[in-house]
């Protein structure tokens, strides 16, 4: 095997990731009710209109690889890294966070119905094993993607 195709390879791998890591949890809110009562909601890329970009760039890479145009490796590789991690920013942000309109509606609940209802009481975040995995993902989709274009011809 060459030092080209074999750096089309990981780049390959990397885009195959990237596209696995869409459909992964990235954040993990546990919202414990009144009556003691969890329940556990995921927050993941897809399916949304963000996630569906990351989704294509990151086939674009496997396409690249396997058609061995290696010359828009780099540029896509690019492309796919700064919009996966800043979708993956966003999304992130978004998730861990409790808006105001949230609160609003669990205190209008609660003083419609009283303290009887089983309103939430407290949330959670934490950062699920997507996120992490999605971070490799994206550095490697930009390291492979310089790597295969500035690959010498065989």
């Not at 780049?11 to 414990?32: D, E, H, Q, R, Y």
């Not at 927050?43 to 690889?65: E, N, R």
């Not at 966003?90 to 861990?96: I, K, L, R, V």
Request: aromatic letters at 14%; charged letters at 10%; proline letters at 2%.
């Amino acid at each position: 095997m060459t030092q080209a195709r074999f750096k089309g390879w990981l780049f390959f791998f990397s885009g195959l990731l990237l596209s696995v890591c869409c459909f992964l949890p990235i954040v993990k809110m546990v919202a414990t009710k009144q009556s003691g009562a969890k329940e556990t909601f995921y927050t993941k890329l897809m399916p949304s209109l963000p996630g569906f970009l990351v989704l294509m760039l990151a086939v674009a890479c496997c396409i690249i690889a396997l058609v061995g145009y290696k010359q828009g490796g780099a540029i896509v590789g690019t492309l796919a890294a700064l919009s996966g991690g800043g979708i993956l920013w966003y999304t992130s942000f978004t998730g861990t966070r409790t808006d105001y309109t949230t609160q609003a509606v669990d205190t209008i609940i609660s003083g419609v119905f009283g303290t009887n209802a089983d309103t939430i009481v407290d949330r959670t975040y934490s950062y699920s094993f997507g996120f992490y995995l999605m971070i490799i993902a994206v550095c490697l989709v930009l390291f492979t993607g310089f790597m295969y274009a500035l690959s010498e011809d065989d």
